[in-house]
């Protein structure tokens, strides 16, 4: 009998697809008002300078418009931000595919239109690992018992992460005929952190995201090989792509 190997997934998929549906969105009323904005920079500098200055500054007034428009839509943005941050995160987990590790992106949770970025199942254990991506400026800090992410707490946005691990745990549960207990990290990329570099809220645990792979290796063997196998069948088959991709 041969054994299920699982397929990967792709991560950032799900990012990817919103970003491009976004883009998609808004297509039409992006053009409409690049191409006002070009026409009234032509115009006024077919009046000041003739026509063939009105023309440059036309092409010119569209070409900016363009990039602002890339660069500061905020909700794409965010969507291509999210996707860079989740195949970074994936680069950074093939270290324990190496040892041994089954590492699932991108994956759909039952009854839910949410999804989980990278689930990791080996002999530490299993693990939800949600890829965070904030701007270089952005600081994660603790002040007076609470964490704080730039300017807002960090309870509201982990908590989407211990809602994934509990549904995962669940799912795994239910497929195994044995309790599932599934550990949520938060993998951060960009944001500023204190040096040690490592946060809990909720149960939820932030780092920066070079440090996860050797964060999870040290809570030890916790699984069997033959434990590890039946729990990764069961999460390729109970959690699918996301994004309705093929495995793998």
């Given at each position: 009998m041969t054994a299920h190997t699982p397929g990967t997934g792709s991560a950032g998929a799900s990012a990817q697809a919103?970003?491009?549906?976004?883009?998609?969105?808004?297509?039409?009323?992006?053009?409409?008002?690049?191409?006002?904005?070009?026409?009234?920079?032509?115009?006024?500098?077919?009046?000041?300078?003739?026509?063939?200055?009105?023309?440059?500054?036309?092409?010119?007034?569209?070409?900016?418009?363009?990039?602002?428009r890339w660069r500061s839509h905020s909700g794409v943005t965010a969507w291509r931000k999210g996707a860079a941050g989740e195949r970074?995160?994936?680069?950074?987990?093939?270290?324990?595919?190496?040892?041994?590790?089954?590492?699932?992106?991108?994956?759909?949770?039952?009854?839910?239109r949410a999804n989980v970025d990278h689930l990791v199942i080996g002999p530490a254990g299993v693990f939800v690992v949600d890829s965070k991506k904030w701007d270089r400026r952005t600081r994660i800090s603790g002040v007076r018992g609470r964490i704080w992410i730039g300017k807002r707490p960090a309870r509201p946005v982990v908590a989407p992460v211990l809602f994934e691990a509990r549904t995962v745990g669940t799912a795994l549960t239910r497929a195994t005929g044995r309790q599932v207990d599934v550990v949520p990290v938060v993998a951060v990329h960009g944001a500023q952190m204190p040096q040690w570099?490592?946060?809990?809220?909720?149960?939820?645990?932030?780092?920066?995201?070079?440090?996860?792979?050797?964060?999870?290796?040290?809570?030890?063997?916790?699984?069997?090989?033959?434990?590890?196998?039946?729990?990764?069948?069961?999460?390729?088959?109970?959690?699918?792509?996301?994004?309705?991709?093929?495995?793998g």
């Open positions: 919103h970003y491009r549906a976004q883009l998609a969105r808004t297509w039409a009323r992006r053009w409409t008002a690049r191409a006002a904005f070009a026409v009234a920079a032509g115009g006024a500098g077919t009046w000041v300078l003739g026509w063939q200055a009105g023309l440059a500054a036309a092409v010119v007034a569209a070409a900016a418009d363009a990039v602002y970074a995160t994936a680069r950074l987990l093939r270290r324990l595919e190496r040892a041994g590790y089954t590492v699932l992106h991108d994956r759909a949770l039952p009854a839910s570099g490592a946060l809990a809220v909720d149960g939820v645990t932030l780092l920066r995201a070079r440090r996860v792979p050797s964060w999870i290796l040290r809570h030890g063997r916790q699984l069997d090989a033959s434990t590890v196998g039946l729990l990764s069948a069961a999460a390729d088959s109970a959690l699918p792509p996301a994004a309705g991709g093929p495995h």
